[in-house]
């Protein structure tokens, strides 16, 4: 039996997972475990004091809920801003938690850099060196959340998911750290899911992220950033297939 263990991205929790694991529990009857974690004050965690969390604290406490459940020889999946946390888990995790990553439409910042600062605060496009945003700065949030995580939703479905986007908080330290390593990651199988449609991370972006975090594959699904809502089954046959 595969064992799958899914992080989510900024401003969401574990609820974001839902449709993926009903659809591998489908596709894989019956024989595959899924668990999906929440960050400190996010999902299942929120009201969490998190300001005295570092970095590291919530590193633990994820690995903690892994062990807690009696979990062995995972395939880690993570979405989004959990390409930072990922690589951290995966050098701090005691032998034989992990056996291999998923990244899905991951980041993944230089060091020296905090994951806003590799953002920065243009558009796509006007510079080589930071990721920018669907839309100017004069766009309002709303107007940009839209774009960037629900371009290929239907609308009912949009309006559902930005009703609950952002009710859910990583620890303030998830955005000001900037002590990433990466080279530990050579030695850990790893794949990189590469969302064709993305509002958030242009492909190139993605594709240098993959490289960036030593990821032995790359798969692509004609998707938006929020590929686990809108095509489950697609993403559900990807992760099957990688484990």
Not at 88 to 94: G, Q, R, S, T
Not at 111 to 134: A, I, N, W, Y
Not at 135 to 150: K, N, Q
Not at 159 to 176: I, Q
Request: hydrophobic share 40%; aromatic share 8%; proline share 5%.
């Amino acid at each position: 039996m595969v064992q799958f263990v899914f992080l989510h991205g900024g401003g969401q929790g574990s609820w974001v997972w839902d449709e993926t694991i009903v659809a591998i529990g489908r596709q894989s009857q019956g024989k595959a475990q899924c668990l999906a974690l929440d960050a400190p004050g996010c999902g299942r965690k929120r009201g969490v004091d998190t300001a005295g969390y570092a970095f590291v604290d919530t590193t633990r406490e994820l690995l903690g809920d892994i062990q807690r459940a009696g979990m062995l020889d995972v395939v880690l999946v993570g979405h989004s801003q959990a390409g930072m946390t990922l690589p951290h888990m995966a050098e701090l995790a005691p032998p034989g938690l992990i056996r291999k990553l998923v990244y899905v439409s991951c980041s993944a910042p230089l060091s020296g850099l905090t994951t806003l600062e590799q953002m920065g605060r243009g558009k796509h496009g006007d510079s080589p060196d930071e990721v920018g945003f669907p839309l100017g700065p004069d766009a309002s949030m709303e107007e940009r959340y839209a774009v960037m995580f629900c371009n290929d939703m239907a609308e009912a479905d949009r309006g559902n998911f930005l009703a609950k986007l952002g009710k859910d908080a990583w620890p303030a330290s998830a955005y000001t750290y900037n002590d990433w390593r990466y080279e530990h990651l050579r030695g850990i199988p790893s794949s990189y899911v590469v969302a064709l449609q993305d509002g958030v991370l242009p492909v190139e972006w993605q594709e240098r992220f993959a490289d960036r975090l030593h990821a032995r594959r790359m798969v692509r699904i004609d998707a938006g950033h929020q590929v686990m809502n809108t095509r489950p089954e697609a993403l559900a046959e990807v992760l099957l297939a990688e484990a």
